[in-house]
């Protein structure tokens, strides 16, 4: 099975986090995400990080700290998430490829629709959330 390395950012904003829709044609298109992308070969998580959020978003991770990570099995790939918060970066956050991009309050994520593989992202955030009320 392929086995696909990504790099994801949760950026976050106060008590809000970034998300942004995946477009239709992509694996698990029309969900909702937090930003990243594959890492190259021979690429540490943290330039991979650097490169995708400024190729997608148009922004500089500046301070960053490790989340958790995920390994996925869908029915036709593994995904492997390094997953990192984005506590500060400069620029401001725009779809460079077009993807619909929202801040969405910690409380209200439940509602939007992730992939699967996410699942352990969304619990890391409110855990951590309600430890900081």
């Not at 477009?23 to 995400?33: K, N, S, T, V, Y």
């Not at 390994?71 to 490829?97: M, Q, R, T």
């Amino acid at each position: 099975m392929k086995r696909v390395n990504v790099a994801v950012g949760v950026i976050t904003n106060g008590s809000q986090v970034l998300v942004a829709k995946r477009a239709d044609h992509q694996h698990q298109g029309g969900l909702w995400e937090f930003p990243g992308g594959k890492i190259e070969e021979g690429e540490s998580t943290e330039s991979a990080l650097i490169r995708e959020l400024s190729e997608e978003l148009g922004i500089v991770p500046t301070q960053c700290q490790p989340l958790i990570q995920i390994n996925h099995d869908y029915s036709d790939k593994c995904v492997h998430l390094d997953v990192y918060w984005v506590l500060a970066f400069s620029g401001i956050p725009e779809g460079k490829e077009g993807q619909p991009l929202r801040w969405v309050a910690v409380e209200e994520l439940s509602s939007l629709q992730f992939p699967k593989a996410n699942e352990p992202i969304l619990n890391e955030i409110c855990k951590s959330h309600s430890l900081l009320k």
